[in-house]
């Protein structure tokens, strides 16, 4: 096993060590604690930052579904008004070849309905994460991402792209040419995604009817 490998390896577990400590010294911590023997382990570290509540993550969700809703009436919208101006001139109107910037932009924070599973061991007993992505568009954005969300979630396309191109290191055992057990880094993707299809349109009434009676929406 490399040096980096077995630094690693001594993160993952949480052993405390020198920076100058010498790669067979700390190979021995690594072997005594996977023995059960005592080492000296790294303190605590402090209360992940940016954690939620369950109301506010709540609350978030629900913004999140007045948010597709009215973004749903606007494609309506939209897609009556394009009906209309074919009706009046027997055709579509001239759009030219390629996508324009604008939407391009629209495209990147088209919310799609998903749930993310968290794959990362070192993130397990997480409810979520902070995201932040952007791209050359100047296209920003950054939110809380909730793990396991049964009903889904609605996440801008640019957010997913980004999810899905994260990746995470795990340590495999695999048996080394003596045939002992012997631990090997491998990547596999951070996150599991997966895309729900949109919200019908009895869910959207029946979400447009739940907001209309908190007074999320107006009539």
């Known amino acids: ?89 027997g055709q ?23 749930i993310v599973t968290n794959r990362n061991p070192m993130k397990q007993g997480w409810d979520g994460e902070i995201i932040a992505v952007a791209n050359d568009l100047g296209v920003n954005a950054r939110k809380f991402v909730p793990f396991g969300i049964d009903q889904g979630y609605h996440l801008p396309q640019i957010m997913i792209n980004a999810l899905n191109d994260k990746k995470c290191t795990i340590f495999v055992k695999k048996k080394g040419p003596d045939g002992k057990l012997i631990s090997r880094a491998k990547q596999i993707k951070e996150y599991a995604i997966e895309i729900l299809p949109p919200l019908t349109k009895e869910e959207l009434k029946e979400l447009a009817a739940d907001q209309r009676a908190r007074g999320a929406i107006d009539d």
């Open 1 to 89: 096993m490399e040096r980096k490998e077995i630094l690693a390896k001594a993160d993952e577990l949480g052993i405390a060590y020198q920076k100058n400590i010498k790669t067979d010294a700390l190979l021995e911590k690594i072997e005594a604690f996977e023995r059960g023997e005592e080492v000296e382990m790294k303190t605590e570290p402090t209360a992940q930052k940016d954690v939620i509540s369950r109301e506010e993550l709540e609350a978030q969700i629900r913004a999140e579904y007045e948010a597709k809703l009215k973004e749903e009436l606007a494609n309506e919208l939209e897609r009556r008004s394009e009906n209309q101006e074919i009706n009046a001139v």
């Open 92 to 114: 579509s109107p001239y759009k030219p070849a390629g996508k324009s910037k604008a939407q391009k932009i629209k495209d990147s924070m088209k919310l799609v309905r998903c």
